[in-house]
């Protein structure tokens, strides 16, 4: 159980435009899902936490209008890297928690495969 | 401001031989929780640790949170092949009531057979 899934896996893109990820709870419900960005062999940088419903928490130093977050259902919540530039390439995780069940009542996070966005 | 530091970066070990990872926090955490990402993959859950002075056991691995809990160790008993990859600490941010992790660097083993 408590399966992400994100699609794309990959995507390559010019520079200047947008594009969409979307991270899918496939078993379970998640009110809250968080994005990370992480670089070649470098730990997970929170980006911001989804919340459905609501506005997403962004952390100190990402735009927000640049990476626009939307979580409108229990299941999906999409990040959507606007006019993407190169310095935007890197990986993309996401993440959510399974707060009805798991191995650390909740606290831990399931995450999806990750997608790889390349800017030209 | 609140940081979650992990040592070593690297570690190359032959297959047998023992392996640790250290995760300090600037912060005194409500608990701990550790996370392997093998290459190419994406992290999973490995454990959680809440007690001060907890130990807990996963076959080889053996995880320990600090009677301070703010510091934890996971320890590697005679590494396998499988063991490749990189393991991550990550604490709890003060205050979120979100669920929010800071993660430390990870440390990157390599087990050459």
């Known amino acids: 159980g408590a399966v992400v899934s994100q699609h794309p896996s990959w995507v390559i893109c010019k520079s200047g435009t947008s594009v969409k990820i979307e991270c899918r709870s496939l078993?379970?419900?998640?009110?809250?899902m968080f994005w990370y960005r992480q670089f070649p062999k470098q730990s997970l940088m929170l980006m911001a936490t989804?919340?459905?419903?609501?506005?997403?928490?962004?952390e100190q130093g990402v735009e927000k209008d640049k990476f626009l977050i939307n979580h409108a259902s229990l299941t999906l919540s999409t990040l959507t890297v606007t006019s993407a530039h190169p310095e935007d390439s890197s990986f993309y995780i996401c993440s959510a928690r399974d707060t009805f069940r798991g191995l650390a009542g909740g606290n831990e996070q399931f995450f999806g495969p990750g997608t790889r966005l390349t800017v030209l | 401001g609140q940081q979650v530091m992990q040592i070593p970066q690297y570690q190359h070990v032959q297959e047998g031989e023992d392996f640790t990872t250290y995760c300090n926090s600037s912060?005194?955490?409500?608990?701990i929780q550790w996370y392997k990402q093998r290459p190419g993959g994406h992290p999973v859950f490995l454990i959680q640790l809440v007690k001060s002075g907890e130990v807990k056991k996963q076959k080889r691995l053996t995880f320990q949170f600090g009677e301070a809990k703010k510091n934890s160790s996971l320890h590697i008993t005679a590494t396998q092949t499988t063991d490749v990859g990189t393991y991550f600490c990550a604490g709890p941010r003060r205050g979120s009531t979100l669920g929010r992790l800071y993660f430390g660097r990870g440390t990157q083993l390599t087990v050459w057979p």
């Open positions: 912060t005194t955490l409500s608990n």
């Open positions: 078993d379970f419900q998640a009110t809250t």
């Open positions: 989804s919340n459905e419903g609501s506005k997403a928490t962004y």
